[in-house]
């Protein structure tokens, strides 16, 4: 017989080792009085479903951060801050290089002088280069400005590559109501908005602008005010059950 046929050739086993002998079966469970009295018999378990885990931003480090302060979330403004910059970059970048590419010189020279050509043509290219270093200087200063959420504290930075690096920070006590602003078609469908945070000092308060998706930071800070008013009040509770000691 060839290699061929002996591939296809499936070894015959006997009875006794494909099934078991009745002594050395495992002994079958009861069934349920239902299915003894002729009724249903009971559903197979589904299997277990697996929830998610929830990001974790623990090992998240940013200058200025405190002994003991974890970073519970973080994000930067919604892309649509992007969106004037890059309509921008099709009317100041994309028309006059399709006027330079494909309106043919001799037409743009029966109407204006040489000189006056190179004049226009070194100015558009200036105006040219000047938006696209604005422009991808403006992209960069997005990903620098960050909002970031710790169990301390919510800190606002505002840093530009160049000459600009603002900080500012709220204190989890110190929030005192929240509210969410979400007004117009683009908001509502593209998921962004405005959170304002109201202060307990003076009644001031603090607006976050183009928030993606702001109802998650919005229960992210009450969570975290709730965490940080509850071990506050452990903490509390323990010194005040600690011993007094006293000093002569």
Same mark, same amino acid.
């Given at each position: ?43 197979? #378990? ?8 929830? @990001?974790?931003?623990?090992? #998240? ?43 043919? #010189? ?13 004049? @226009?043509?070194?100015?558009?290219? @200036? ?10 200087? /403006? ?92 071990? /506050? /009040? ?15």
């Amino acid at each position: 017989m060839s290699s061929l046929d002996e591939n296809f050739v499936t070894p015959v086993r006997s009875l006794d080792e494909i099934e078991p002998a009745p002594s050395q079966q495992a002994p079958q469970p009861p069934q349920s009085a239902q299915s003894q009295n002729g009724g249903l018999s009971p559903t197979p #378990r589904s299997p277990e479903f697996h929830v998610l885990p929830e @990001i974790d931003n623990t090992n #998240r480090n940013f200058k200025g951060q405190q002994r003991n302060e974890v970073v519970h979330s973080f994000c930067r403004k919604h892309w649509i801050v992007l969106v004037p910059y890059f309509i921008g970059a099709i009317f100041f970048i994309g028309l006059p290089l399709v006027f330079l590419l494909f309106v043919p #010189r001799d037409t743009i020279l029966s109407l204006v002088s040489p000189l006056t050509y190179r004049i @226009i043509a070194g100015l558009i290219f @200036i105006g040219m280069t000047y938006y696209f270093h604005r422009l991808f200087l /403006r992209f960069f200063n997005y990903y620098l400005q960050v909002l970031i959420i710790t169990n301390f504290r919510v800190v606002q930075l505002d840093q530009t590559l160049f000459f600009n690096r603002n900080r500012d920070s709220i204190d989890i006590p110190e929030i005192q109501d929240m509210v969410i602003q979400q007004s117009g078609i683009f908001k509502t469908i593209l998921n962004y908005g405005e959170l304002t945070i109201t202060l307990s000092s003076a009644h001031a308060s603090k607006s976050l602008t183009c928030v993606p998706n702001p109802e998650y930071f919005f229960r992210k800070i009450n969570k975290t005010k709730r965490e940080y008013i509850t071990s /506050r /009040r452990m903490a509390k509770g323990i010194e005040e059950k600690l011993p007094m000691t006293k000093f002569q």
